[in-house]
């Protein structure tokens, strides 16, 4: 029987990953203004301040802790208008006015600051940011006219990050690591708690989350899991992560290609109806039973919409589950998403983001994922090939190339997330897919690496967290957090250093390495993976939310803790296996 849905407890002005936007009960919640254009080239001088005045700092990690809560129409234009933290000196593009003459900004880091002026609607901080520090800082700017009198004004408070340091400890045992928590995985299938109980399925497939282990602590009121569940980003990802287990031979393999075939049978039973706009696709959001969001549960964004292209990236484990097994039916149900995938691409090669399963009707537009199509008609084409699937991957790559790279609007599409202004909730995840892809087919065009490489330090710059010295990350709570790093976080709204998203850059660093042969992606590779083992609690899990931190010098466990995502979990493991298997074919 279905358990009602226990809801997060709110705390003011806070949004946690589990109701990331402000909870609604009917249709998007709606911003009061959008950020608006792209970026532009650097201009203007510097000087420092003789005394300047010193700041508030508790006051700037407060602003930083609810910076959801902060979110406001801007005048800064570029697509890092909505940055939390930068590693390379950025440059901004701001809301050009007729009347302005020149223009200010001030930065301020403690008893510090520095001035710069320049005379077109451009700030870039490139001069000063060598004398800054890697902690938090204000940015005031000031629009000013002829006479000196502000026009407008703007201040934002950001934190400048630490860059690699290099490779400075041995490698972890990341196969170790891996195999825990793969055992912890395949364990919880059958013996893990969860608000909904479907018979004879594995319970990470309806809660895909682990119980929190207090009920009043931030993460909110789950002590029998999550209940939600995301199969088109969720049952990908458990296929991918078994079959890894079985390659590197796992003890439970049997019951790991067991859990893999029923993930992927059950996928095949529980699908829209064969009718309507997207005939026989694959939910997005399934809730205690029930096969989409609902007004009950604690993220009601999806509602009966899914998430188009959810459809691609859940399509390409189809395919692997075919390559290993031959059953028919998982190659069909591939070639059937990129078909109907295929009808929704417009003109310029793009696709819409969410739309109703029945109508057709759009109801989010934008998504910078329509790489992830390219890569299904890709997977397939070994086993299925057709002219007109492969030139509309290639419009797909050529729009993202075009529209995305160039723009940087790698909006974060995530399934409990509704819609923010343009650039204010920007993401790692489809950056790295992309980056990834450029590396596996480099070969086609010469300018696919160079790019794959300005991504990389693009999703560095923005969501690495490369040292446990970094002022980065601000829990909603606790303040200032220090981790191990190179960790990565997942997207502004959700600001928090994830291993599954560290798995995934992982995976794009060992793509890097093979496509350019450069040292250092291997070496940030290794890094990264032994920052996950640090992540690792004693029963195998790995935590999600980064509740693994430095305490006095040594990394301790949150007492409050749970709810980690297992998918997250199993993506980490499987950069972990990739990594060790890499790694050993190189010595």
């Not at 451009?122 to 800082?137: R, T």
């Not at 309507?276 to 509602?303: C, H, K, M, R, W």
């Amino acid at each position: 029987m279905n358990q009602p849905v226990q809801h997060a407890k709110r705390i003011t002005n806070v949004n946690l990953p589990f109701y990331r936007t402000r909870a609604r009960k009917a249709g998007l919640l709606l911003w009061a203004a959008a950020i608006v254009a792209m970026s532009m080239p650097t201009a203007g001088a510097a000087e420092k301040e003789s005394q300047p005045a010193g700041e508030d700092r508790t006051a700037l990690i407060d602003y930083l802790r609810n910076w959801n809560g902060n979110i406001r129409p801007t005048k800064i234009v570029s697509w890092n208008a909505g940055s939390r933290q930068f590693i390379d000196a950025p440059t901004f593009k701001l809301l050009p006015r007729p009347d302005a003459a020149h223009y200010i900004a001030e930065v301020k880091q403690g008893k510090q600051s520095w001035k710069v002026e320049f005379g077109a609607p451009i700030l870039s901080l490139e001069k000063v940011w060598p004398q800054m520090e890697n902690k938090i800082f204000t940015l005031d700017i000031q629009w000013l006219d002829t006479a000196g009198n502000t026009l407008a004004s703007e201040n934002t408070i950001r934190v400048k990050a630490p860059d690699w340091q290099g490779l400075k400890e041995p490698d972890a045992d990341w196969r170790g690591a891996a195999d825990r928590n793969m055992e912890y995985f395949i364990h919880t299938a059958w013996n893990g708690k969860a608000p909904y109980r479907e018979p004879n399925v594995p319970v990470w497939i309806w809660s895909c989350a682990s119980p929190t282990v207090t009920q009043d602590s931030y993460i909110g009121n789950f002590p029998d899991g999550y209940p939600m569940g995301y199969p088109g980003i969720t049952l990908n990802y458990y296929i991918w992560a078994l079959f890894a287990y079985v390659d590197r031979g796992g003890l439970q393999s049997a019951e790991a290609l067991r859990l893999a075939r029923i993930c992927g049978d059950w996928g095949l039973k529980n699908r829209l109806p064969d009718r309507g706009a997207l005939p026989l696709f694959p939910y997005t959001t399934i809730t205690n039973g029930q096969f989409a969001g609902s007004d009950q549960s604690p993220v009601f964004t999806e509602g009966a919409d899914i998430t188009l292209l959810r459809g691609a990236l859940l399509a390409l484990g189809y395919v692997d589950l075919y390559r290993a097994t031959k059953h028919q039916p998982y190659l069909d149900y591939a070639i059937h998403i990129a078909k109907t995938t295929a009808k929704f691409q417009r003109e310029d090669g793009s696709f819409p983001y969410r739309l109703h399963p029945e109508t057709g009707v759009v109801s989010e537009h934008y998504t910078p994922a329509a790489g992830d199509f390219a890569a299904l008609v890709r997977a397939l084409e070994p086993y299925y090939f057709d002219p007109d699937l492969s030139m509309a991957a290639q419009r797909a790559v050529n729009w993202t190339i075009a529209a995305v790279c160039t723009s940087h609007h790698w909006k974060g599409v995530f399934e409990d997330v509704s819609l923010w202004p343009t650039f204010s909730n920007l993401s790692s995840f489809q950056a790295q897919l992309f980056t990834q892809f450029l590396c596996q087919y480099h070969d086609e065009d010469p300018s696919f690496v160079p790019l794959a490489q300005r991504l990389n330090r693009y999703l560095e710059d923005q969501f690495v967290v490369f040292s446990s010295e970094s002022e980065s990350f601000i829990h909603p709570v606790k303040g200032i957090v220090p981790v191990k790093g190179p960790l990565v976080f997942e997207q502004y709204v959700c600001w928090y250093p994830m291993e599954a998203h560290t798995g995934h850059w992982v995976r794009t660093l060992i793509a890097l390495h093979k496509a350019t042969g450069e040292p250092i992606y291997l070496d940030k590779a290794r890094a990264a993976a032994n920052a996950i083992c640090a992540l690792q609690f004693d029963d195998g899990q790995f935590s999600t939310l980064g509740m693994r931190y430095y305490q006095d010098g040594k990394l301790v466990s949150d007492p409050e803790t749970g709810f980690n995502w297992y998918n997250a979990n199993v993506a980490a493991s499987m950069a972990l296996y990739a990594l060790d298997a890499y790694v050993k074919s190189k010595n």
